[in-house]
């Protein structure tokens, strides 16, 4: 198998363009919270890619971390956030042995925890659940077993959930989005993707 297949089709994405627009643009609800969070606010955006997060979140003042196991969208990310004079903590991390480094006030996993070993998806989530501050945010989006997934990408799919699982590890926090849903991809380099979601945006009790 030749690296080029072997490799999703965002690195190439990540590696061959300037535009930060590969899964598309910001998520609105991020953009949404930006007021409701405290000045200075720590985010951490786990499986961070190019920095479709990343990068607004720290133009408007917060403290971000960052961390993707892709070389390209770290490096990519890192030197946008030079360029337009951001500090971003960003690192190549494997999610699979990442350990989440204190608290923070908003924590995201958008379009991730499908694509590492369920045992540390888990296991993720129970520390962004610990250690989210009070009155915090976690966005979470992930891949169901609802539909296969594409053939080209079902290898990367190593860590589908059932379907509305994610929601019950959420119990006790107020949900500001709780959704199931099928997604119509389109990605810039033309290729089309379905995806079943299952996506949270919720608060932890103050």
Known sequence: MNEKSSSPFWEGLYANRDAVDTFGPPNPEILE???????????????????????????????????????????KLTR???????????????????????????M??????????????????????????????????LFTTKVPPPP??????????EEEELFDRYDGWEFLIRSSFILEDEHPDGSRHRHPINKILARKPA
């Open 33 to 75: 919270l930006v007021p409701t969070l405290p000045p200075g606010a720590k985010v951490l955006d786990l499986g961070c890619g190019e920095g479709r997060l990343a990068l607004p979140l720290a133009e408007a003042g917060f403290q971000v971390v960052g961390v993707d196991v892709s070389e390209a969208g770290i490096a």
């Open 152 to 161: 080209e990408l079902a290898k990367f799919h190593i860590g589908l959930w």
């Open 80 to 106: 946008i956030a030079r360029d337009r004079g951001l500090e971003i903590e960003a690192s190549v991390e494997d999610l699979n042995a990442y350990e989440i480094p204190g608290e923070f006030d908003l």
């Open 108 to 141: 995201i996993s958008d379009g991730v925890f499908h694509n590492i070993h369920r045992e540390h998806a888990e296991r993720l989530i129970a520390s962004m659940i610990a250690r989210t501050r009070p009155g915090g945010y976690n966005l979470v989006k």
